[in-house]
C-alpha cells in the first residue's frame, strides 16, 4: 500500500506522549506534561498553532527562532513543491550545482564586503563547528574565546565555547583551548589576546540565554583588540541574523565587520534544516588550500538543493515582504508597550533586546507585602517567578513563551518577524492582567501550582496513552 501521511496521523493520533516517552527523551516527555504544555497540535499557519481541539496559540518561540516568515508560509511552500516537482538532480556531490551557488551569491550580497564565500552545512552547531576550524586552519592559532553565558550549539567544539555550566557539565573533557570571558570585559580580553594564541573571538551580537545586550562602543573596543592581536572576530548570527533584531544582521546595529559569520534557523524558512558559514576568500584558502584539500572540511548534505531552494525562497520574501523593516518597527513597539507595562508593574524590572527579540526581565519589588510574596516563590527554585508566569501565559492566555535560561528571571520572546501589533496587544495585555492577579491575589500562586498539578494528571485523548510516572 502506498504511503499515506493523512491516514497514519488520523490512525495514530494521541500517541505522541506514548511514543516520546517509550522511544524518544522520556524526561522531556515528563517536563512537556508537569508544565502542562502536552497538546496534539494539528496545524500550524502564520503566528499560530492549532489543537485538535481547535484552540489556537499565539507562538512566541517561534520553533527557536526558525519561523521567521510564520509557519507555512505561501511562497515557501510553493517553492519547494516546485522543486520537488522538478525533479532536481540532488547532491551529485562530483558536480558544482546552481542552487547553492545562488544562494552563496544572495547571503554574500547581503554581507559586508570582507565577506566572500559561503560554506553550506545542517545547522547552527555545524556552522559554528565550521568557524572553529577555518579560525584555526587560517591563523594557525588554537585557542577560541567566548562570552560567559554564550550559546553556540551543542556539538563538541560548540560545546566547548558554551558559558552555562549545565550544558558543559558531564561531557568532558571538552575541546581544549577555549577559554570564557566576562560579557564585555575589555581587559580581560585584551589579557588573554596578550598570550598571541588566540585563533578567533566567538560572540552572539546579542546573547540567546538571557538577553544580554553590550552597547556599541563596547562592542566596537572589543573587535578592535580582537583585530589588534592578529586574531579573528566571529559573529554568530545563527539566531539574532535575518531580521531578528530588527537589522539583516544585528552587528550591523553595532558597526563591526566580522571576519566570519554564522547563521541558520530562519534561512529555512520553516521547512528545511541549513546552515551557512560565511567568511573571506583568504579565509576560505587556507582550508582548501590545494586540490587535495578540495574536500576537507565538507558534509554530505551541504548543498541540498531543498535547504537551498527555502533559503531563496525565503530571502526573496524578506524582499519583498520588507521583513526586515517590520521587525524593526514592531520592535519600537514591543518597547514602548513593555517599558509603559513596567512603570504599573513592580514586578517587571526591565525590557532588554532588539527587533523581534525581548527579553522581559523580572525582580524583586519594592513594597514589602510583595517583596514577601517574590521571596516566598524564589524559594522554591531560584528563578523561578518567571516561569509561575510561562505557564499560566500558555494554560490561560494559549501564548507559547520561554523563560530565557536556567537560574534567570526573564522571559524570552521570539515572535516570528511578521509578527504585528494585534500579537503584541494579545501578549501585553496578558500579562498586564497576570501582573496584577500576581499582585493582588494571594491565591495566585495556589492557582500556579494547581495547574502544574493538572499538567501531571491531565491526559490524552488517547486511552493507550499513560501517565508519566
Ligand atoms: C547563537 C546560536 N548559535 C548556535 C546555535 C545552535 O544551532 P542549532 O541548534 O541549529 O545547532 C544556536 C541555537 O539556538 C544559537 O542560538
Not at 589579557?191 to 546579542?206: N, Q, S
Not at 534557523?265 to 551557512?276: D, T
Request: net charge neutral.
Amino acid at each position: 500500500m502506498p504511503f499515506d501521511l493523512s491516514k497514519l496521523l488520523e490512525e495514530r493520533h494521541g500517541e505522541n506522549f506514548e511514543l516520546h516517552e517509550r522511544y524518544l527523551n522520556p524526561k522531556l516527555t515528563k517536563v512537556i506534561t508537569t508544565l502542562g504544555f502536552d497538546r496534539f497540535y494539528q496545524r500550524g499557519e502564520g503566528c499560530y498553532l492549532y489543537d485538535d481541539q481547535g484552540m489556537r496559540y499565539l507562538d512566541l518561540l517561534s520553533g527557536f527562532g526558525v519561523f521567521a516568515l510564520g509557519r507555512s508560509h505561501p511562497v515557501v511552500k510553493d517553492a519547494l513543491r516546485q522543486a520537488l516537482d522538478a525533479d532536481l538532480p540532488n547532491m551529485v556531490q562530483m558536480d558544482c550545482a546552481l542552487l547553492p551557488g545562488l544562494l552563496a551569491e544572495q547571503l554574500v550580497t547581503r554581507s559586508p564586503q570582507q565577506i566572500e564565500r559561503a560554506f553550506f552545512c545542517n545547522s547552527g552547531a555545524e556552522a559554528v563547528e565550521a568557524a572553529i576550524k577555518f579560525a584555526r586552519a587560517s591563523t594557525k592559532r588554537h585557542r577560541i574565546l567566548y562570552h560567559a553565558h554564550a550559546y553556540h550549539g551543542l556539538t563538541m567544539g560548540a560545546l566547548a565555547l558554551n558559558g552555562s555550566a549545565e550544558f558543559r557539565s558531564g561531557f568532558g573533557p571538552l575541546m581544549p583551548d577555549t577559554t570564557e570571558v566576562p560579557l564585555g570585559d575589555l581587559d580581560a580580553l585584551k589579557k588573554e589576546l596578550r598570550r598571541g594564541d588566540v585563533a578567533a573571538f566567538i560572540v552572539e551580537p546579542i546573547q540567546g540565554k538571557g538577553v544580554f545586550e553590550l552597547d556599541a562602543e563596547r562592542w566596537r573596543a572589543l573587535e578592535a583588540a580582537v583585530h589588534e592581536a592578529g586574531a579573528l572576530f566571529i559573529c554568530d548570527e545563527v539566531q539574532t541574523g535575518l531580521g531578528r533584531t530588527g537589522r539583516f544582521y544585528a552587528f550591523e546595529r553595532y558597526g563591526l565587520s566580522p571576519d566570519i559569520i554564522t547563521v541558520s534557523k530562519a534561512l529555512s524558512g520553516g521547512f528545511v534544516p541549513v546552515g551557512a558559514m560565511l567568511s573571506s576568500d583568504k579565509i576560505f584558502r587556507s582550508v582548501y588550500s590545494s586540490m587535495d584539500r578540495a574536500m576537507v572540511h565538507s558534509t554530505t548534505f551541504k548543498g541540498n538543493q531543498l535547504a537551498m531552494v527555502a533559503g531563496l525562497a525565503t530571502l526573496s520574501v524578506f524582499d519583498d515582504e520588507r521583513i526586515v523593516e517590520h521587525a524593526s518597527a514592531m520592535g519600537d513597539v514591543w518597547r514602548t508597550r513593555l517599558e509603559e507595562l513596567a512603570t504599573r508593574h513592580e514586578f517587571l524590572h526591565e525590557v532588554r533586546g532588539q527587533g523581534q527579540m525581548i527579553g522581559v526581565v523580572f525582580g524583586p519589588p519594592t513594597t514589602p507585602a510583595l517583596r514577601r510574596r517574590w521571596r516566598m516563590v524564589e524559594a522554591t527554585r531560584s528563578a523561578m517567578f518567571s516561569q509561575t508566569l510561562v505557564v499560566p501565559l500558555f494554560q490561560r492566555y494559549k501564548i507559547l513563551t520561554q523563560v530565557a535560561a536556567d537560574n534567570m528571571n526573564v522571559i524570552k520572546l521570539l515572535p516570528p518577524l511578521i509578527a504585528a501589533e494585534a500579537e503584541i496587544d494579545l501578549f501585553v495585555n496578558a500579562l498586564d492582567e497576570l501582573l496584577t492577579d500576581t499582585e493582588q491575589k494571594v491565591g495566585w500562586l495556589v492557582g500556579f501550582g494547581l495547574t502544574m498539578a493538572k499538567g501531571v494528571l491531565r491526559r490524552t485523548p488517547s486511552s493507550k496513552a499513560r501517565v508519566p510516572s
